[in-house]
């Protein structure tokens, strides 16, 4: 008498487009699926569900989506049973415009029912018809969902979600929502699973990270945020991003000072120099605020690296405006920045602001920033060549290392820096070295290790092994389980 075969597990594979929240909830979506019984693809394997976790921040946000779908429809097509899940930011924004325009997706959800993934699979196959779900409001913090993490030796955590800010170029509150704030107990027990399985180094993430508290009214709470996370036994390496200057107090330059673990690295976005942008954005401070923080962080950690975001042209903006950006960028003397020329959003004020810049003016005043800014990082690197320093070593972040016999790491700091390789170093050791050269964007050591500790999270990914944290029950169907499935919404 023969028996049946079970099926092969389903296979899944997640696309991330946007910032480290995106990437983050792709974490978090890896281990939904994998929760209710899918499995990763290999690497030139077609999946079963493709994923696209989208970003709708860039002006050509959408083209990208829907490009991406286009190549995807012929595969579709060609396998049979193969769904197609769109969610994130541009989800939340089109919703069901997404079926209208590419009537082949099967789910489309959005930022605040991520956890929703598996059983909109589900109704998605049973009812052979697209499932479109958008909740206006957060159903479940994304941290009690369970995560299959990236990285064997670095994790993100987060510890807000949601903006309470009015920035007029950025559409993310009102895809994000209002901040919500985790509670510290919870965030440190995260943090300590991810330490219990070998993870050396955490960030902190949050659309405002020093803004933590304010839901529960303790604005000293990221500061002692900081400490408390910094005193968990081996966690070498704290990190945060991003903060914003008008909440920025001296508590956090003091808890990054004098919590050893705490990275001496700050992402401190500008955005402009000029007051009379600064106040069209709505950020909130000016230039002698935003330089008076770099001046007290410099004064307390005078090894800090810093960088940050500007925006290049925004509606009204003046040579002179444009001018005081550059002198801050001068005064400053950011390690690296994240330049952007600006683009309408749709859906927020600046959008429909009067005077909009020409593209040539944005372009030839895009080119004079990034030359300037391309100088102080090549001026800053170089100053850094003789200096002796630790790093982490990472996969995947230099691109030639095969080619040029190196490894790549980061620094205290957040410098990438290309080493050379010796054998039985693995990503998560940490190795030490002396810096001999230095490019605008890297810095290069060629010399002899001068130390090379192995280390548990060396050990898990010479494994091939990835930290998991559990989240809590939502009562999402696994893979076979039958109806009943709950009604749909948003459609």
């Known amino acids: 008498m023969g028996t049946e075969l079970e099926a092969p597990p389903r296979t899944y594979r997640v696309r991330t487009y946007g910032c480290q929240m995106n990437v983050h909830d792709s974490e978090r979506l890896s281990g939904l699926l994998e929760a209710a019984g899918y499995t990763a693809a290999a690497e030139d394997d077609d999946a079963d569900v493709v994923v696209l976790n ?13 490009g991406n779908l286009g190549h995807l429809r012929p595969v579709k097509d060609a396998r049979p049973g193969m769904q197609v899940a769109v969610g994130g930011c541009l989800a939340q924004k089109d919703r069901g415009e997404i079926v209208r325009r590419a009537p082949w997706v099967d789910v489309v959800f959005g930022t605040h029912n991520v956890g929703s993934l598996p059983a909109l699979l589900e109704r998605a196959r049973h009812n052979a ?13 994304p941290s009690t969902l369970p995560a299959k993490r990236d990285s ?22 009102a895809l994000r929502g209002k901040e919500k704030d985790r509670r510290p107990g919870d965030i440190l027990a995260e943090v300590q699973a991810l330490v219990d399985q070998g993870v050396l180094e955490v960030t902190l993430l949050g659309q405002n990270v020093n803004a933590y508290g304010v839901e529960f009214r ?9 400490r408390a996370t910094g005193r968990i036994e081996g966690l070498e390496r704290v990190r945060f991003t991003s903060p914003h200057p008008r909440e920025f107090t001296d508590d956090v330059i003091e808890a990054m000072a004098e919590t050893p673990a705490v990275c001496h690295q700050l992402h401190m976005p500008l955005q402009s120099g000029s007051d009379d942008v600064l106040r069209r954005m709505r950020r909130g401070y000016r230039q002698d605020r935003y330089l008076g923080i770099i001046e007290r962080v410099r004064a307390a950690m005078p090894d800090a690296a810093i960088t940050t975001d500007i925006i290049v042209g925004f ?5 002179a405006d444009f001018e005081q950006t550059l ?10 920045a994240f330049t952007f020329q600006y683009s ?5 004020p600046a959008a429909e602001m009067e005077d909009q810049l020409p593209k040539e003016v944005v372009q030839e005043r895009y ?16 100053a850094q060549v003789g200096r002796r320093v630790e790093l982490l070593v990472a996969a995947g972040e230099g691109s030639k290392d095969a080619a040029t016999g190196r490894l790549s790491g980061r620094a205290r700091d957040g410098r990438l820096v290309h080493f050379t390789a010796a054998e039985g170093v693995r990503p998560g050791d940490v190795v030490e070295t002396i810096v001999t050269d230095a490019k605008p964007h890297f810095l290069v050591a060629d010399g002899a290790l001068l130390s090379h500790r192995r280390t548990r999270a060396g050990d898990a990914a010479e494994a091939g092994l990835r930290p998991t944290t559990p989240g809590v029950s939502l009562g999402m169907p696994r893979i076979g389980i039958p109806e009943p499935l709950p009604a749909v919404t948003g459609c």
């Open 327 to 336: 002198e801050v960028v001068r005064q400053a003397r950011f390690a690296s």
């Open 315 to 319: 509606p009204g903006e003046t040579e």
């Open 152 to 173: 064997a030796y670095s994790g993100w955590v987060s510890i807000s979600v949601g903006c309470n800010n009015t920035c007029t170029f950025c559409i993310v509150p």
């Open 344 to 348: 309408k959003r749709p859906g927020t």
């Open 367 to 382: 080119l004079r920033l990034t030359a300037l800014q391309e100088q102080i990082s090549w001026e800053e690197n170089r």
């Open 129 to 141: 018809e697209a499932q479109v779900e958008i909740v206006e409001a957060l159903e479940v913090f």
């Open 218 to 226: 303790d604005r000293g709470a990221f500061a002692d945020l900081l």
């Open 54 to 66: 989208t970003c709708a921040v860039r002006e050509n946000a959408d083209n990208r989506l829907y």
